[in-house]
């Protein structure tokens, strides 16, 4: 989740985590301006959420394991229809390449 801010430091801030993290990962861009909803609903697998209720349902389909991906995929449908677009998504949203089950954070190298 991050803000998208005034020149756009929110989007660079997740291309620079995506990077590390190996895949377009979820995000919810948050912001008062729903002009950014003409890159954002092209951005690779990005919500957009300017509703307390949206980004509360967003936080909560994380609080426990089970159920996560169709807890998304309701969400993407609810906010598709609530802000008239088709956002961006493909089935790896929530593939995290370079988990691990076990070891230290110390031990993990990146090439960014």
Request: net charge neutral; aromatic share 16%; charged share 30%.
């Amino acid at each position: 989740m991050s803000n998208i801010c005034s020149n756009l430091e929110g989007k660079k801030f997740v291309d620079n985590a995506r990077k590390i993290l190996g895949n377009d990962v979820i995000v919810l861009f948050v912001s008062y301006n729903t002009d950014h909803l003409k890159w954002i609903k092209n951005y690779k697998n990005s919500l957009f959420s300017n509703d307390p209720k949206l980004i509360e349902e967003y936080l909560k389909s994380f609080e426990d394991c089970n159920g996560i991906e169709d807890k998304i995929k309701s969400l993407i449908k609810k906010s598709e229809n609530y802000y008239k677009v088709k956002f961006n998504f493909d089935d790896n949203f929530l593939h995290y390449p370079y988990f691990k089950n076990e070891g230290r954070y110390s031990d993990l190298t990146f090439n960014v």
